[in-house]
């Protein structure tokens, strides 16, 4: 089926640019979805349709998607984002979902 | 206002079941696609299962075919998932979540399952 990698860890400095990456074969031909997840907590969509903001998700998180890999960038972070983020993706070929291993995203 | 509130998770021995429910609230139930996504204690989320808005088309991971089983009840907005034969491995915390085109807008907060002796 089909996989979909990530870094374990990506660490950023208070009000800078941190941005999570998501590998797969060809997955700029597929659309890419991102959810942050706080410890203790349930999934929350951030990114839906490669780069489109779902309501209420501020406009410092943005997404991209080109050739074997799609971008989460979340800019002027703070300490409220430091949480796990995962991709996903729809595999076609076996008709559900895929979610990439997860970043732990930590604002130093 | 949308609201999943899960239950039915606890301790289970290995070999045994348990089934879970998922209470939907805020939106027409029965026009959305539902799913089961479980996150193994400090891994990441996987996918278990999935049911059709009107329930006739059901879809399972490998991991859990000819186990577990997904149903739901549109005049109760209820999402159920009979687990059976559970195995050490089934440990997690089991969310449901409401599909929107190929992604998942809203989850629940999560049903502790833990498969131990």
């Known amino acids: 089926s089909y996989v979909l990698t990530q870094p374990p860890s990506v660490s950023v400095a208070p009000g800078k640019t941190a941005t999570i990456s998501c590998g797969g074969n060809?997955?700029?031909?597929?659309?890419v979805n991102w959810y942050q997840q706080k410890p203790g907590q349930a999934p929350v969509l951030v990114i839906d349709?490669?780069?489109d903001r779902p309501s209420g998700i501020p406009e410092r998180f943005s997404g991209s998607n080109s050739g074997n890999t799609a971008t989460l960038t979340i800019g002027r972070v703070d300490a409220g984002d430091e949480a796990d983020y995962y991709c996903?993706?729809?595999?076609?070929?076996?008709?559900?979902?895929?979610f990439g291993g997860g970043t732990q995203l930590t604002v130093l | 206002e949308v609201q999943l509130v899960e239950s039915g998770g606890g301790l289970v021995q290995p070999g045994g079941s348990l089934r879970l429910s998922c209470i939907a609230s805020?939106?027409?139930?029965?026009?959305?696609?539902m799913s089961w996504v479980r996150q193994a204690p400090g891994k990441g989320l996987e996918w278990v299962s999935a049911?059709?808005?009107?329930?006739?088309?059901?879809y399972y991971a490998d991991s859990v075919k000819g186990r577990f089983s997904i149903s739901r009840d549109n005049s109760k907005n209820a999402l159920y998932l009979q687990m059976n034969s559970l195995r050490a491995e089934d440990t997690a915390v089991y969310y449901c979540?409401?599909?929107?085109?190929?992604?998942?807008?809203?989850w629940g907060q999560g049903t502790l399952v833990t498969v131990s002796s």
């Open positions: 349709y490669d780069s």
């Open positions: 049911i059709a808005g009107d329930g006739f088309n059901t």
């Open positions: 060809d997955i700029g031909s597929k659309s």
């Open positions: 996903q993706v729809w595999d076609s070929s076996s008709n559900h979902p895929v």
């Open positions: 805020g939106f027409t139930f029965s026009s959305y696609a």
């Open positions: 979540a409401k599909r929107v085109g190929i992604w998942f807008d809203y």
